[in-house]
Structures are given as C-alpha cells and as structure tokens.
C-alpha cells in the first residue's frame, strides 16, 4: 500500500508499521469470530500488548501515579513536529545536548514534536537489537533534560536511534521527560519519505482507563502554513 496520499492539495505521509500477527515479535493474537444468528455478524478478540508497532508511551508506564492514556488531553497526540537526523555522529554513540543545539537548536519551538534518527538504521525490539549490527545512536538522561527544557510535547523515535541499549540510558530518559507529560512515539516509519522537516502530525490512541501506552496511526500532513517554517 501507497504510505503517500493528496488530500486536497496536502501532502499526508503514513508514518505507521502495519502489523501482521504471524510475524510480529511482540505480543499480537487476533481471535476472529461469528457471533451468530441469520446474518453474519464477525467480531475480533485482539490480544495485544500496549507498545506493539507505532506506539505512544505515557507516563503511567513508569509510574502509578502518573497520567494513563485516557487522562492526557487530546491535543498531547498532534500538533507541529519536526523531523531532525543526526547525520554527523558516528555510530553506537549518544546524542548530546551539543548535538541538539547543533541539529534544531534555532528552530525547533516550545510544544513541538521532535522526531530523531539517524543514519543508522535497525528494525527495534527484534533479535538484532544490542548485537554487532546494531549501530544506532542512544539517548540518555542528558538527552532529556534538553527535550525537558525545552519544552517539547512529545519524542519520536526513527529507525536509527534506539530506547532499547541499556537501563542506565533508557530509565532516566524515561523519568526525566515522562515526569513532564512528554510523551514518546516510537516505531516511526516511512520517515524517509517526508519532504518538510515541519509539519503538522497526529497519533492519537484510543482513551481507555488504566493504559499506559497504546499504538497508534501516525501521521505527518505537509503543506498546513500553520505548521511550516
């Protein structure tokens, strides 16, 4: 399928895995039924884990006490992103608070949903995660402190940069932005097929109590002035 499409005159890029239950690594069972009667009249148990594919991470993933997904408002899940990779590092290291002063530190704005990657890319959460092909950038705790400062909604996460290398990296990432309300988007596709580096996206999840993550249907539309440069 086409992840490109016009919708009068606007650009709309399909930035979503799709899923196929006999291959997905996590968690993904669907259980297809006839409820019966005259008319068929098919449902479909869906046995899935919360971060499956495209998915939004909210803070109650890390804590009890911390919005769900149902708590967060509507408009956490859009709004103006930006695309930013980093293809001046080398591989296997993390990404700085210089490195972002460098890459979108004059153009990216408070509220903004900042999206990184890099050259390096990997499919994540497969065998070849943390092994000798994987060559992707890392974040830490420094890295959110600068999310954190400045203000962005959200974190997305391409392809070449992993949230999977190791605790001492991946949990003060965690809490520093999730403390915040500032969520993250990971298992981003098709990011090479944008144009802009501003757009406008949306991924919103479906609101049920006591989620603490959730996939989505991510998308960028270029073309809005709204959310241009």
Known sequence: MNPVYDLNGLRVIDLTKALD?????????????NTGGPIPDFHTIMDLTSHLGTHAECPYHHDDAWPSVAELPLTTFMGRAIYVS????????????ADLDRACGDWMKEGDIVI????????PF?????????????????????????KAKAVGFG??????????????????????????????????LLEKRVFFMSYAPLPIMGLDSCPVRAYAIEGMAEFSE
């Open 116 to 123: 990184i990657d890099s050259p390096y890319k990997l499919t």
């Open 159 to 192: 392809d070449g940069v992993s949230i999977e290398n190791c605790n001492e990296d991946v949990k003060p990432f965690h809490d520093i932005l999730l403390a915040e309300n500032i969520i993250f988007l990971e298992v981003l596709k098709n990011l090479e």
């Open 86 to 97: 980093f293809d001046f590092k080398e591989p296997n290291t993390h990404i700085t608070k």
């Open 21 to 33: 239950p006999a291959t997905e690594t996590r968690r993904c069972h669907l259980y297809r039924f």
């Open 126 to 150: 497969t065998p070849d995660t943390n092994t000798e092909k994987d060559k992707r950038l890392f974040v830490n705790g420094e890295t959110a402190e600068w999310f954190r400062d400045r």
